[in-house]
């Protein structure tokens, strides 16, 4: 978790800037890069970006409910998307 943390707390997301904070994990870099070049990997980032763009999703989080993104990441907003597709 403290990988993901700090890839989202990074203001500038470079290549250089994304190794920085592997290597302060004690990240195997060699590794880390054969894994982010992987056809798998890149065929899943492919398809999420695919899906992103056919929801029209800006950002994360992001929240689908009843098959429709949420326009808000608020809890209550949350709440009112949910209790409105229990009903339908």
């Not at 592997?22 to 990240?27: D, F, H, K, R, S």
């Not at 409910?65 to 608020?74: C, F, L, P």
């Amino acid at each position: 978790m403290p990988v993901h943390q700090a890839l989202l707390a990074e203001p500038a997301l470079s290549p250089d800037a994304v190794d920085a904070i592997l290597a302060e994990a004690g990240v195997d870099l060699a590794r880390a890069r054969q894994d982010m070049d992987s056809l798998s990997v890149r065929d899943h980032v492919a398809d999420i970006n695919t899906t992103a763009e056919a929801l029209a999703l800006q950002g994360t989080p992001s929240f689908i409910i009843d098959g429709r993104a949420t326009r808000s990441i608020q809890p209550s907003e949350i709440d009112t998307a949910i209790a409105a597709a229990k009903t339908r």
